[in-house]
């Protein structure tokens, strides 16, 4: 499903008026229509309900007051209270507060109401619908809308916003002004930028998507290059095994990661591998860590040579080169540390080696101020920076960064042919051709110690199991959400640690096989 700016949407919505002959009424009347279904299948029927809407002189406040009439009709009390001089309404959005007034609808005009009436009727319903102002917002809210706001958010009670809370930037997430605080955004025809960034993340509560009749194939025409990630998008994912695999052909990764005082990340990107079904998993690693067997018995070590503080030495150079050799694929970076020499080294073995490559942690330190080695390089690299090291990497605050997620990760990975995995809160994947994807799984819980290294060993074993790059770290990143997901369901968010989350991993793989097989509904 894509997501689209405030200037897409407004391009999608001419072209469905002037190029598919759909009038802008029908859409306004679908999307009130969806709206009313979507709260009574969220919140129960509407009938008895006291619902108060406040509307925005837009078709934000177009759809509210549409909606308000389809409220009506399935018993519904409803009241609105509109947030302009009715001169100033407009367009579509005039014709719904038309019929709205001559089917006796109950409206409060600004200007011509008291605000402690507003605040008691806020006070005693059972819904508010905020309707202000959606994709149209230009400019930080004040006077009566910013007042209307804070009435909202003082309630207490539940909170509906139509398309976007409003005072959020669609386009970036800020809050411009103040902003409403919504337990559910229930968005027209598709999700929008700001919906997964910054406070717009924060304020929007539960998010559904209302199908507003847009036709499949305008959308599909219009080459929109942000995409949320869904099991049906990544059909295919994982790959069924053939019944004659061995584990010769399940792929063999080679990690390297850990230093001493650091083991724990090699262990958990070996560990989170094989549980992503890599036949064979060698870690690499300073020679006085001895991952005795007792951790992990699957794993092979090839114990290297060490500076004296612990970590991998450019001695160590001559035997990975060779340890490449009949391998498929390496996870670089857990745990390596920053000592200069093995910084060195890591420039080096990300040059060098011609076998599709995840980079990760001290990896993309390595590369921070420096990232010839990626483009010396001749097999596929996946770099998976959290927002610090994306920002040690390119050069950039990380406000500006998280502010900019989508951009920032598709200028990275088109200038430099890598694809970039900006992890967070909905990791976004973006690949050399300019395209971004944006994960739907994973929750707070998994922002604890290891996690990361987890999804560098998932990718990693996609990648030396031959999967497609692109579809080794949408997939990885996915399955990584629904891991986390399904351990959060378990044992609660704030007790979540990484290990709890490798667990679950043949858990969320089975999901998604079932899913792809119809056995789940999606
Ligand atoms: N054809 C339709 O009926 C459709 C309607 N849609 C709805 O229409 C909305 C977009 O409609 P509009 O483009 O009319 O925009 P809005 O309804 O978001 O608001 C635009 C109006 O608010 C004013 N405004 C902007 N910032 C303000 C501020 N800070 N304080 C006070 N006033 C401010 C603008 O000057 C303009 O008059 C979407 O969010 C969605 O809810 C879409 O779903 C697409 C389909
Ligand atoms: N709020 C959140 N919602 C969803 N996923 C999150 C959240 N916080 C962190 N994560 C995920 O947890 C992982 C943390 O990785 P990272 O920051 O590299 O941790 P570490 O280096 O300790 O392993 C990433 O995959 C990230 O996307
Ligand atoms: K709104």
Same mark, same amino acid.
């Given at each position: 499903m894509k997501i689209v700016t405030a200037e897409e949407m407004k391009k999608l919505d001419r072209k469905a008026t002037t190029d598919y002959a759909i009038p802008s009424l029908l859409l306004m009347e679908n999307a009130a229509r969806g709206l009313v279904d979507e709260i009574e299948k969220t919140l129960g029927p509407a009938a008895g309900k006291r619902v108060v809407i406040l509307a925005g002189r837009g078709n934000n406040g177009g759809?509210?007051?549409?909606?308000?009439?389809?409220?009506?009709?399935?018993? /519904?009390?409803?009241? !609105?209270? =509109?947030?302009? #001089?009715?001169?100033?309404? &407009?367009?579509?959005?005039?014709?719904?507060?038309?019929?709205?007034?001559?089917?006796?609808?109950?409206?409060?005009?600004?200007?011509?109401?008291?605000?402690?009436?507003?605040?008691?009727?806020?006070?005693?319903?059972?819904?508010?619908?905020?309707?202000?102002?959606?994709?149209?917002?230009?400019?930080?809210?004040e006077g009566d809308y910013a007042k209307a706001i804070t009435l909202i958010n003082r309630s207490g009670r539940k909170v509906v916003a139509v398309d976007i809370?409003?005072?959020?930037?669609?386009?970036?997430?800020?809050?411009?002004?103040?902003?409403?605080?919504?337990?559910?955004?229930?968005?027209?025809?598709?999700?929008?930028?700001?919906?997964?960034?910054?406070e717009g993340l924060e304020v929007r509560g539960r998010?559904?998507?209302?199908?507003?009749?847009?036709?499949?194939?305008?959308?599909?025409? /219009?080459?929109?290059? !942000?995409? =949320?990630?869904? #099991?049906?998008?990544?059909? &295919?994912?994982?790959?069924p095994r053939p019944r004659g695999a061995h584990k010769g052909t399940a792929g063999h990764l080679l990690v390297i990661a850990g230093s001493f005082g650091k083991k724990g990340a090699a262990l958990m990107t070996s560990l989170a591998a094989l549980r992503c079904g890599a036949g064979l998993v060698t870690v690499a690693l300073p020679k006085s860590i001895d991952l005795?067997?007792?951790?992990?018995?699957?794993?092979?070590?090839?114990?290297?040579?060490?500076?004296p503080?612990?970590?991998?030495?450019?001695?160590?150079?001559?035997?990975?080169?060779?340890?490449?050799?009949g391998k498929d694929a390496v996870a670089i970076g857990p745990g390596l540390l920053q000592n200069e020499e093995t910084q060195r080294l890591i420039r080096t073995l990300i040059a060098e080696i011609s076998l599709p490559i995840v980079v990760d942690a001290d990896g993309l330190n390595a590369l921070a101020g420096d990232l010839s080695a990626l483009k010396k390089r001749k097999a596929p690299a996946i770099l998976t920076p959290h927002p610090g090291e994306m920002s040690r990497?390119?050069?950039?605050?990380?406000?500006?960064?998280?502010?900019?997620?989508?951009?920032?990760?598709a200028h990275f990975a088109e200038q430099w042919g890598a694809i970039l995995v900006l992890k967070g809160a909905h990791t976004v994947v973006a690949t050399p051709d300019g395209f971004v994807r944006v994960n739907n799984t994973g929750n707070?819980?998994?922002?604890?110690?290891?996690?990361?290294?987890?999804?560098?060993?998932?990718?990693?074993?996609?990648?030396?199991?031959g999967i497609d790059p692109a579809e080794a770290a949408a997939g990885g990143v996915a399955l990584h959400g629904t891991a986390g997901d399904l351990a959060a369901a378990d044992r609660g968010e704030i007790g979540l640690i990484a290990s709890d989350l490798i667990q679950k991993i043949p858990e969320a793989i089975q999901n998604y096989v079932r899913r792809h097989s119809g056995v789940l509904p999606p």
């Open positions: 759809d509210g007051i549409a909606a308000a009439r389809h409220l009506r009709m399935r018993g /519904a009390q409803v009241i !609105v209270y =509109l947030f302009s #001089p009715i001169e100033k309404v &407009g367009g579509d959005a005039k014709t719904s507060l038309d019929i709205w007034m001559q089917t006796g609808g109950v409206l409060h005009v600004a200007g011509s109401f008291r605000w402690n009436h507003l605040t008691r009727e806020l006070s005693e319903s059972d819904l508010i619908i905020d309707a202000l102002l959606g994709t149209g917002l230009s400019h930080p809210v809370p409003s005072g959020i930037s669609a386009d970036t997430g800020e809050v411009l002004g103040v902003a409403v605080k919504a337990d559910y955004t229930f968005t027209m025809a598709l999700p929008k930028w700001g919906h997964f960034l910054q998010l559904a998507v209302i199908d507003i009749g847009f036709p499949p194939a305008m959308i599909e025409a /219009a080459k929109i290059p !942000v995409d =949320l990630i869904t #099991p049906e998008g990544l059909a &295919g994912f994982p790959p005795a067997t007792a951790d992990l018995m699957e794993v092979m070590t090839l114990p290297l040579p060490e500076t503080e612990g970590t991998l030495s450019l001695a160590a150079e001559k035997s990975l080169l060779q340890a490449v050799q990497l390119i050069g950039k605050r990380t406000d500006l960064i998280q502010k900019e997620r989508f951009t920032v990760a707070p819980g998994m922002a604890t110690a290891g996690t990361g290294d987890a999804l560098t060993g998932m990718i990693g074993a996609w990648l030396a199991q």
